[in-house]
Nanobody, 123 residues
Framework: QLQLVESGGGLTQPGGSLRLSCSVS????????IGWVRQAPGRERESISC????????FYSGSVKGRFTMHRDNANNTVYLHLNKLRPEDTGTYYC????????????????WGQGTQVTVGS
């Protein structure tokens, strides 16, 4: 049974950093298709990263590219998202997600999500 459990959210100042963790059960982390989605207040969900092929390539959305980085610890079934140089507009709920890579475009399509962890950036 697929299970995704996020942790690590919290409150930080603009320019600060956070590390989010996703504990994964029922999904092979050697395969692509794991990533992160976020939802800001009043907005639709936004896919921000995923492992997009079998070589470990990572897709990042334009809004986070250069500031966020993702990596995985396959032995411990954990995926991490490092959020750096945070801005107030990064505030929202962050979800670990599982799915499959897109074939003819960068990124992934997701079928399962965790419960989410809250990230707040402000004074």
């Amino acid at each position: 049974q697929l299970q995704l459990v996020e942790s690590g959210g919290g409150l930080t100042q603009p320019g600060g950093s956070l590390r989010l963790s996703c504990s994964v059960s029922g999904f092979n982390l050697d395969s692509p298709g794991i990533g992160w989605v976020r939802q800001a207040p009043g907005r639709e969900r936004e896919s921000i990263s995923c492992f997009s092929d079998n070589s470990g390539s990572i897709f990042y959305s334009g809004s986070v590219k250069g500031r966020f980085t993702m990596h995985r610890d396959n032995a411990n079934n954990t995926v991490y998202l490092h959020l750096n140089k945070l801005r107030p507009e990064d505030t929202g709920t962050y979800y670990c997600a599982a799915g499959t890579p897109l074939v003819h475009a960068p990124g992934c399509t997701f079928h399962h999500w965790g419960q989410g962890t809250q990230v707040t950036v402000g004074s």
